[in-house]
């Protein structure tokens, strides 16, 4: 039954050969279980209910991929997002954790809307390739400069903004570590080279006294205190539009590069090019950001680590239903998960951050109307310590750059909407 509702024998696969892809993708992506509570505890959120939040949504979106579309794709809350929504909807907005999850909730209701709608095509289609890159390299910058922040290598300074901070400590010195051994585990191929990372740091700085010992294994902690916590209103808040819309820009973005280029390695792409059940995973991936939301977590999105996965073999949704099962037995690892500590994440963060400027490669570097906004997209980012001022100033710098070196009419309409939309929110709303 499960042969045939995967279609296995299609795709020249087996069960055996799904279940070890299944596992080489959990390993590869198992850091966000430590990673996404650490980090949306700064907001006030409950960093036990987060964690269960975090595998609950992980479990239900990766489940809704595999049945929906029967790709071997995994999904987890983004890296990237819960930055925006830790640092920038809660940090520099002020805004409320709850306000932010029903943020991600609505972002999530407009990405099901657009899915049903066929609207979701025609955005990724007209919006230019310079400025979807643009906001990878953005966050890869924002990640970079939170992971710095997290190891203490970057502190404050009141002449300069910014600083380099006690390179000799401890704590800095552990983190270094713990990226150089992520990067050279990766060079190797070694799937798990992330979590490795992080548990080597933790190790480590528990030999050294700098973390106490609190067991492995528990029951799951109580998901009450973020279950269903969110506010249903923030869609009624004009000020809050730009907000929701930068969870949905950055969702689908990232969801569809990562279908594509997993696709592609799994060779599940038509002769065009096209992927067959696309509406199916882009449903899946809507549903899974509004059923986070309820749960407590930051948005859901299709992980680019399913590369691992299929590189171990697998080609269908068998392997992400393994990811899905795999998440719900991490539910009982709590107190490992807690822990961590920051500056073992931080390793984790500043290796994606590095895989994600990977994206500058695309960039048309001989053209200046096109790699203009990409640098300023991704200098602002991290300089304004928001995701979506960011992408304000890519889409407004754009248009600019474009109507002045005499290519008008080379400007999509969505650019044009998206640009002005940003220009009216800085003039009435900021």
């Given at each position: ?61 990766s489940a809704l991929m595999g049945l929906l579309a029967n790709y071997p794709i995994a999904m987890a809350p983004g890296m ?34 657009l899915s049903i709608f066929k609207l979701r095509k025609w955005l990724i289609n007209t919006m230019p390739n310079a400025l ?40 800095v010195l552990l983190a270094l570590l713990g990226f150089f051994v992520i990067l050279a585990l990766h060079h190797r191929n ?241």
């Amino acid at each position: 039954m499960i042969s045939q509702w995967f279609k296995l024998s299609e795709h020249n696969t087996s069960i055996k050969q799904e279940v070890l892809a299944g596992i080489s993708t959990f390993l590869a992506m198992a850091y966000i279980i430590v990673v996404n509570p650490n980090m949306l505890a700064v907001t006030g959120m409950d960093a036990g209910a987060v964690f269960v939040a975090t595998c609950l949504a992980a479990a239900v979106g990766s489940a809704l991929m595999g049945l929906l579309a029967n790709y071997p794709i995994a999904m987890a809350p983004g890296m990237g997002l819960n930055a925006f929504f830790t640092f920038g909807v809660v940090g520099s907005m002020g805004y409320s954790w709850q306000v932010a999850l029903g943020c991600v909730l609505w972002s999530g209701v407009l990405f099901l809307l657009l899915s049903i709608f066929k609207l979701r095509k025609w955005l990724i289609n007209t919006m230019p390739n310079a400025l979807k890159h643009a906001i990878a390299i953005g966050i890869g910058l924002l990640l970079a400069m939170i992971a710095l922040q997290n190891a203490g290598v970057v502190v404050n300074n009141e002449a300069t903004l910014v600083g380099l901070g006690d390179v000799k400590s401890t704590e800095v010195l552990l983190a270094l570590l713990g990226f150089f051994v992520i990067l050279a585990l990766h060079h190797r191929n070694n799937h798990a080279a992330i979590i490795i990372g992080i548990l080597l740091v933790t190790v480590l700085a528990w030999l050294l006294g700098k973390i106490e010992y609190q067991g492995l294994v528990t029951m799951p902690p109580a998901i009450t205190p973020t279950f269903l916590a969110l506010d249903w209103q923030v869609i009624l808040d004009l000020a809050l539009w730009p907000v929701i819309i930068t969870f949905l820009f950055v969702d689908l973005f990232d969801t569809s590069g990562t279908l594509i280029a997993v696709a592609d390695q799994a060779d599940l792409l038509d002769d065009k090019g096209h992927l067959p059940k696309a509406d199916q995973a882009m449903l899946a991936d809507s549903s899974a950001t509004i059923v986070g939301a309820a749960l407590g977590t930051s948005t859901t999105t299709s992980y680019i680590e399913s590369g691992a996965g299929v590189i171990a073999g697998g080609k269908t949704g068998l392997t992400a239903i393994v990811v899905a099962l795999l998440f719900l037995c991490a539910l009982f690892l709590s107190p490992l998960a807690q822990m961590i500590p920051t500056f073992a994440t931080a390793s984790a963060l500043l290796f994606v951050a590095v895989m994600m400027l990977s994206s500058f490669k695309y960039i048309e570097w001989k053209d200046v109307s096109e790699y203009a906004p990409v640098v300023l997209t991704a200098i602002m980012m991290p300089l304004s310590f928001s995701i979506s001022d960011g992408i304000a100033i890519g889409f407004i710098s754009y248009v600019i750059i474009k109507s002045l070196t005499g290519q008008l009419k080379l400007i999509p309409f969505s650019v044009w909407f998206i640009a002005i939309s940003f220009i009216l929110k800085f003039v009435f709303l900021d």
